[in-house]
């Protein structure tokens, strides 16, 4: 009976060209290629201690008490990724986790949280002689993309990009890679997360994929994620602000324009979400500042600014933007460099 234990910090992620959607073949196979700025300050430690046994037994600490609620998703990660590793399924686990933002701040912590389980995992199977340090982190992006989609491109820093592309030399729908021929203005970008809406999201992620389905703009949306992801690599490339705002704000309002033509409709913006948007653009065509927003699937805004410009922008969130936040609270992180071994 051997007994495992390991520790990793992965990050969140915040996607410029938005996942949304999966192809109706295999398990999380997105149907459009995604690219994403990976968080440095947003990020769930989890330690795992496995011991060896015939049955599987999980036992989940959040932030040190016992979290039952955390369970059947970790339990269903676990039969997922048993088609790789089938190992995962004999023994008894502690998941010893915590997110360095605050817990249902409506920050989504699958991406964070779903890489650091697949790292640990992937120590593990290392140690088991079943994996070469060669394949380590291609292996944990596979491992992360079943647990959350967006979770694979945790792995990878500054960037990650996911998802099949031609224009993308090594991309695959099965994991993320690192993407780094990036204008240096973005290696150090810096995104406030403003946090409108602390609560649960009505309607999950899985939900709002799946009911891409149904939705008559899907195809046409598919298709323009990837002609985006060909202007994504010039203005990274290029560091050319403007084009950067149009295309990472269109992509975040085509989002929230899909849950709003789906079957059943739905919106996860709250009316301080549009005060920000609003404030923003209004900061835009006063100062010519070259600030922007994204969103996730939620309610949050994350605003985004070249690391130079700082100070300008951190006065703006407190004299502007945090009055339309939850008990005016807001998250500085920036660009970071991926997930670490503790
Ligand atoms: O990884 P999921 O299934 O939680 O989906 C995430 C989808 C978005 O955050 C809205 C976009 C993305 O690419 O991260």
């Known amino acids: 009976m051997t007994t495992y234990t390991t520790a990793w910090k992965s990050p969140s992620n ?22 994403s700025f990976t968080l440095k300050n947003c990020a769930t430690t989890t330690k795992l201690t496995l011991v060896e046994q015939a049955d599987l037994e999980i036992t989940v600490l959040l932030e040190g008490n016992q979290e039952p609620g955390f369970v059947p998703k970790i339990e269903q990660f676990l039969h997922r990724i048993s088609g790789v590793f089938p190992f995962v399924l004999n023994g008894k686990y502690t998941v010893d986790t915590s997110n360095s933002f605050p817990h249902s701040s409506g920050i989504a912590s699958s991406a964070s949280g779903m890489s650091a389980l697949a790292l640990c995992i992937c120590d593990i199977a290392k140690e088991k002689g079943l994996l070469a340090e060669k394949d380590f982190k291609q292996t944990a992006s596979i491992l992360a993309r079943l647990g959350s989609g967006s979770a694979s491109r945790s792995i990878y820093g500054p960037m990650g990009q996911w998802g099949e592309h031609p224009d993308y030399r090594g991309s695959s729908d099965e994991f993320a890679i690192p993407y780094t021929d990036i204008h240096s203005v973005f290696t ?25 389905k149904d939705n008559p703009y899907a195809t046409a949306r598919f298709a323009q994620a990837q002609e985006n992801m060909i202007a ?30 789906s ?52 006065a703006f969130i407190e ?3 945090a009055q339309y936040c939850e008990n005016g609270a807001f998250i500085h992180d920036e660009v970071g460099m991926g997930a670490e071994r503790l």
């Open 14 to 35: 915040i996607a410029l060209v938005k996942y949304w959607g999966k192809k109706p073949e295999g398990i999380q196979i997105p149907s459009n290629s995604s690219i």
């Open 188 to 212: 150090d970008f810096c995104d406030t997360i403003l946090l409108v809406h602390r609560g649960q999201k009505t309607v999950s992620s899985t939900v709002g994929h799946g009911l891409l």
């Open 232 to 261: 994504m690599k010039s203005i990274l490339k290029s560091g050319d602000l403007d084009a950067f705002i149009a295309l990472v704000e269109s992509e975040a309002l085509t989002l929230h324009s899909l849950m709003m033509s």
């Open 263 to 314: 079957n059943p409709y739905f919106i996860l913006m709250k009316p301080n979400t549009l005060k920000i948007i609003e404030a923003i653009w209004a900061k835009r065509e006063k100062d010519a500042v070259k600030w922007c927003f994204t969103l996730d699937a939620g309610a949050n805004v994350h605003f985004l600014y070249p690391q130079a410009d700082q100070a300008a922008a951190k």
């Open 319 to 321: 004299e502007e933007l």
